[in-house]
């Protein structure tokens, strides 16, 4: 018992990857207004090494119409909104000024 010593090693303390309380109340204050405005469905978050999103889908469908993402490969958060082709609408590094700036268009049917 007397050669017993402490080793901790805290370098390799990973960084979580997730939105936070204030991310998360953000994006879904944002998400009940669209399902009371009759515009979006249903919603999914998709989880990786590099981002979180949360999916937006207007009904069930493999393809979401939009993606709120957060981007953790650099040292700053930057969040981005995606549309259904992947491709990046607006980019900010602060969340609420980017929900804020976009303009939520409403889905037509088209025959």
């Known amino acids: 018992m007397q050669n017993l010593k402490l080793v901790v090693n805290n370098n390799k303390i990973k960084k979580e990857i997730f939105f936070n309380k204030i ?3 953000l994006i879904l204050n944002l998400y009940a207004k669209m399902v ?3 515009e979006w469905k249903d919603y999914g978050l998709s989880i990786s090494k590099r981002e979180i999103s949360f999916n937006v889908y207007h009904r069930t469908s ?3 119409i939009y993606r709120i993402t957060k ?4 040292k700053n958060e930057i969040y981005s909104i995606k549309n259904s082709n ?3 609408i607006r980019n900010s590094d ?13 889905l037509k049917l088209v025959n």
């Open 94 to 106: 602060n969340l609420e000024n980017l929900l804020n700036k976009i303009v939520w268009k409403k």
């Open 36 to 38: 009371s405005n009759g």
């Open 23 to 25: 991310e998360l109340k």
């Open 86 to 88: 992947n491709q990046i």
């Open 62 to 64: 493999n393809v979401p």
């Open 71 to 74: 981007n953790l490969t650099s």
